[in-house]
């Protein structure tokens, strides 16, 4: 059994710099989540959630720290292999979906596994399967453009987990979406959690998404505030 | 299977399409800019053949023999005899000199004075093959005449005179006059003509100071017999000129060590002068215009990048690495390069052909002729088209393209991801 954690921080710390004056958006992070876990970290805006992720996901590089990712210690990767690594085995979610409006949502949802090289058959076997899962098969052809905010997120959550990550991030996912889309991705969400086991990490200050978590780390000021654990998986 | 950078010329492909209204704007820049290109590069090239076409007819051949001192002096002293000249005639009969000679003439010239009994006139007296001669230098074409007619084969004692030097010795078709020059031996010899023709080319100098009066005549009134100053040799194409000149040079030179083998730029260097000043104007000019089309691309595909920046991000988080986004940045440009690139050279052909394929006339903004020189300049430049344009236009086109596309793919490796994200377009 693979007992490495998903996730794993040691004291990290994220300080930009503004106007000559250090910000400190992360201040010593350290925690571990499990593979499987479905985890939300909540807290008020500038509690540095979204730093954290970026530093979980390797798009920004920790100013004191170290943060591994499925046993690989992105702190000292080069660029490429960090792309790599985000390739392989980190998905993302974000608030504003963010697919590439020239592609069609079957283009957006498959593409990292077009980067890694797979077989158009099995491609799009695994993007069609994903999209019945998820509730939105029949709208591969369509772009971007021509998708709701709960279809276009729907998609984005397709991309992030079609290629079986590691960590799947997502930031405020439900943020720009109505009540009714926010329950129906979730619910995707969970049953992906519960089904293919995929690891979720959340930053949000949505209710609903935190009523879910199987573990809810509150920040405040860039610090672990609060990091509990329920005992019941999140409900679908 | 799909290939990881078959995937980047897609992405880049479908961002030219999407922003098809900037892409269509920095295109039609593109395409002018080519088009303009081509159209300055065909009719400067063909304006520069007919100058030189002018020039060597007029003057000394695309290529030109003579006595290496001739150029300098003038004189009679410094002539090629007919051993050397038959050296010469052997090595333009060689197999890979001939094809491209088209034809050659032989002339005697010096300087002399045309004589009447109102005055006398310095003059450059050219004794010519008049068969030859009518068919290279064309004096005695309907233009250029005025009164009376060339010289013919068999023609002694006749002369071929512009108009100005008829006017000033006061002289009319049929009327004496007696040139005198220096002979082989130094002496002054004199030697009366009839005028049987006046042509006028609207050069003063030539127009005055010409007279053309058959070779035999003039060999043997300066005591110079079967010998000659100059064979001009005129080309199928003055593109032959470098080659030509190697191969008859090397020849001459086994043969006989006393003659000069001059390519025309050397022996009219004040056309070749023109030539290289016009070319220098004319590559300022593309200059100009392709930093404005660089410009053009850096503006349009930079507003792309900062436009698309959290898109970018986006890229770089899903696995792309800072050099294939730079890759999808520089591809967009180099796609857009090279269509616009394609469509202007077509375009430029295209016009150039339908608008121009019997000439460019300019002379309706002259006043008279247009001389360079001495010589008389065509006011209709019928446009060349070369292979080596397509090729030029084109390399300039893409070193442009490559140039303007490598700023913007530089800026979007700059892009920071977690910044992107914060982007709004």
């Known amino acids: 059994m693979n ?3 998903a996730v794993h921080t040691e004291e990290v710390w994220k300080v930009f710099e503004h106007d000559g004056i250090a910000v400190e958006a992360v201040r010593g992070v350290t925690m571990d989540i499990q593979p499987g876990e479905f985890v939300v970290m909540a807290g008020p805006s500038g509690s540095g959630k979204t730093t954290l ?14 943060v591994w990712i499925d046993g690989q210690d992105l702190t000292e990767m080069s660029e490429r292999a960090l792309a790599k690594l985000r390739l392989q085995r980190v998905g993302f979610v974000f608030q504003a979906y963010n697919l590439l409006p020239v592609l069609t949502a079957l283009e957006n949802a498959e593409f990292s596994l077009l980067l890694r090289g797979m077989a158009e058959d099995e491609r799009r076997r695994k993007v069609e399967e994903l999209f019945a899962t998820i509730g939105i098969a029949g709208l591969e052809d369509r ?15 397709a991309r992030a987990v079609v290629g079986a990550p590691a960590l799947v991030l997502a930031d405020e996912p439900t943020a720009n979406l109505d009540r009714a889309s926010s329950v129906a991705l979730l619910d995707v969400m969970a049953e992906l959690n519960r089904e293919l086991g995929v690891t979720f990490v959340f930053a949000t200050h949505d209710p609903q998404l935190m009523e879910r978590a199987q573990r809810l780390i509150r920040l405040v000021d860039g610090a672990i505030e609060s990091d509990q654990r329920r005992e019941e998986p999140p409900v679908a | 299977m799909t290939k990881r950078w078959q995937v980047l010329p897609r992405l880049s492909w479908r961002n030219v399409r999407r922003q098809w209204r900037r892409s269509l704007l920095t295109g039609t820049a593109m395409m002018l800019g080519v088009a303009a290109l081509v159209f300055s590069r065909t009719i400067g090239d063909g304006a520069h053949e007919d100058w030189i076409d002018s020039g060597v007819r007029q003057g000394s051949g695309h290529v030109a023999v003579q006595d290496p001192g001739f150029r300098a002096s003038r004189k009679l002293e410094h002539r090629i005899s007919a051993a050397q000249w038959e050296a010469v005639a052997g090595a333009l009969e060689a197999p890979d000199v001939a094809p491209y000679v088209e034809r050659m003439t032989s002339r005697l010239e010096v300087l002399g004075l045309a004589n009447a009994p109102t005055a006398a006139v310095p003059v450059n007296i050219v004794g010519v093959d008049p068969a030859a001669e009518a068919e290279f230098s064309q004096l005695g074409v309907e233009q250029r005449l005025v009164e009376g007619r060339y010289l013919e084969p068999g023609d002694r004692l006749h002369a071929y005179v512009g108009r100005r030097l008829a006017d000033r010795l006061d002289v009319a078709l049929g009327s004496r006059l007696v040139l005198t020059a220096q002979d082989e031996s130094g002496d002054i010899a004199g030697q009366l003509v009839r005028v049987v023709g006046i042509f006028r080319t609207g050069v003063p100098e030539v127009d005055e100071g010409l007279v053309h009066v058959p070779l035999a005549t003039v060999q043997r009134w300066l005591g110079a017999e079967g010998d000659i100053t100059t064979v001009a040799i005129l080309l199928r194409s003055a593109w032959d000129v470098p ?5 008859v040079r090397a020849r001459v030179e086994e043969a006989t060590d006393e003659v000069a083998v001059l390519g025309w730029r050397e022996a009219m260097p004040e056309l070749d002068a023109a030539i290289k000043l016009d070319d220098f104007w004319g590559y300022v000019f593309n200059i100009v215009l392709f930093v404005i089309v660089a410009l053009a691309i850096v503006n349009t595909v930079l507003m792309s990048v900062l436009y698309r920046t959290r898109e970018f991000g986006v890229l770089r988080a899903l696995g792309l690495t800072k ?10 440009g180099m796609m857009l390069t090279a269509i616009a690139g394609l469509i202007g050279l077509a375009l430029g052909y295209g016009l150039v052909w339908l608008l121009f394929r019997n000439g460019l006339d300019y002379s309706g903004a002259l006043e008279g002729d247009l001389t360079f020189s001495g010589v008389v300049l065509d006011t209709v430049v019928i446009p060349v088209y070369r292979g080596v344009q397509v090729v030029m236009s084109l390399g ?10 490598l700023y913007p793919a530089y800026r979007a490796t700059r892009i920071d991801v977690a910044e992107a994200m914060k982007f709004e377009a």
Do not use: C, H
Not at chain 1, 53 to 66: A, F, S, Y
Not at chain 1, 143 to 157: C, E, M, N
């Open chain 1, 143 to 157: 772009r971007p453009s021509k998708l709701s905010g709960g279809q276009q997120q729907r998609v984005a959550v």
């Open chain 2, 396 to 405: 300039s086109i893409v070193a442009v393209g490559i140039v303007a596309s």
């Open chain 2, 323 to 332: 050099r294939e986004t730079a890759t999808v940045v520089f591809t967009e």
């Open chain 1, 3 to 5: 007992t490495q954690p």
């Open chain 1, 53 to 66: 992720l970026n530093l979980l996901g390797g798009l920004t590089r920790p100013t004191r720290g170290k």
């Open chain 2, 243 to 247: 080659r030509v000149l190697r191969r």
